[in-house]
Structure formats: C-alpha cells, structure tokens
C-alpha cells in the first residue's frame, strides 16, 4: 500500500518540525518547506496526498499557492495560520482550502484534522465499477459527478471542489431542504462548530457564480429558519 505523502510550508521551521513529528508518528511520509514556490514546485514533481499550508510566507502566500494548486489538484488543503480573524477563515475556505486552523495549536487536534480530511478524500475517490453517479440535468444546467463539470447554458461554470459538492447534493434531492448542519456535515465530514457560517459563505459565492443575481426563479431557494433546497 502506498504511504500517504503530506507537505507542510510554514516559514517557522519550529512549527514544521512539530507538525513533521507528530504526523510522522502516525505513518505518514512528511516533506517539509518553507516557502509558498517550493509548495507548487514540489506539489508538481511528487504525489501529495494533503498539504498544511501558513498564509503569510516568503515568495508566495498561502492564499495564492491554494489559488494554482486547486487549477489542476484536489487534494485537502489546511491552513494552519497565526490569522485569526472570520474573515481570514472564511476567505481562505471560499478560495479552496477544506480546513482552517490558528496558531497556537494543539497537534493532535491538527493530526485528527488531517485523518477525517484523508479518511474522505479516500473515500470520495474510491473507485466505484457499477456504481456511476447519475448526471443531473435541469433546463439549462447540467452537472456530471463523474467529471465534476457543471454547464450552465452550454458554458463551463468553475466551482471549487466544496461548491460542487454542495451543488451536487443539493440537486441529487430537488425539493429537499437540508438545514446549514446538515450540509456541513455531508459535505465537509465532519462536526465543525464554524460550520454554519462556512456553509453560508460557499452557497453566497456558489449562487453568485450560477448568475442567481440575475434570474427571477432561483436555483438554490433559502427556506427561511430551516435551511436550502434545489429549485429545480
């Protein structure tokens, strides 16, 4: 079985060794660099399984390697950031990261972090034979799983992996309405007590980028005190 590969870039070296020792400690192969080109240099030249990423880094930041990284990879990103204000998380999830944490930290809280995130990317990338997902058309809007496009009157919408997935759930089940938590938790597999303003945010940009501003029947609906639901 292949040992799974994890980068680590923080400027503070203290801080990538601490990381590189306890990840280390749980089998994983760790590399470690201390700026944001080595990531995109390393990233295209090995097999990376999940980075952690520091925003504020020589060279380039971690905003701007999450950018380049999410054109051609979705492996789990983690910030692991001394930022710690809404607007740093929320910015740093709706550009592509699946998780943010602040210095200081605890390690295991950053390794079991780094498990759950594994744990579904494993999972949402398993192979599946005779288990093709179903590509869901509505009008003018055409979403395939399988290649994870979505067209919307014939022109390529880009959505992040997280905004897909929510898309997709939400248009799996049209008429369904699923409450904030419950999509935190479908989409994102786990149990974050942030999760409700992350998912506000991802499904503000995700309407934006459907052209929702511009249409009379919305795709995604709000049911007010309750949550969403595909107006399809």
Not at 85 to 91: C, I, P, Q, R, T
Not at 174 to 184: L, T
Request: proline share 3%; hydrophobic share 40%.
């Amino acid at each position: 079985m292949k040992q799974i590969s994890i980068l680590i870039a923080d400027d503070e070296e203290e801080i990538a060794d601490l990381v590189a020792i306890h990840l280390e400690k749980e089998g994983y192969n760790v590399i470690k660099v201390h700026d944001g080109q080595e990531v995109i240099h390393v990233t295209q030249a090995q097999s990376i399984d999940l980075l952690i990423l520091d925003i504020m880094m020589p060279k380039m930041d971690g905003y701007e390697v999450t950018r380049q990284i999410r054109e051609q990879y979705n492996m789990p990103i983690i910030f692991l950031s001394a930022r710690t204000s809404d607007f740093d998380k929320v910015h740093g999830l709706v550009i592509g990261a699946d998780d943010y944490m602040t210095k200081p930290f605890t390690p295991i809280e950053l390794v079991a972090r780094v498990n759950a995130q594994l744990r579904r990317f494993m999972k949402l990338n398993q192979p599946k034979v005779a288990d093709k997902k179903t590509i869901l058309e509505f009008g003018e809007i055409v979403i395939s799983p399988d290649q994870r496009t979505v067209l919307l009157y014939g022109e390529t919408v880009e959505l992040t992996p997280k905004e897909f997935d929510i898309l997709y759930l939400l248009a799996s089940h049209p008429k369904k309405v699923y409450s904030v938590e419950n999509i935190f938790q479908i989409v994102w597999g786990d149990a974050y007590f942030e999760g409700a303003n992350t998912v506000m945010v991802h499904i503000r940009t995700l309407r934006k980028k459907l052209g929702e501003d511009k249409r009379k029947n919305k795709l995604i609906k709000t049911v007010w005190g309750v949550g969403y639901t595909f107006n399809g």
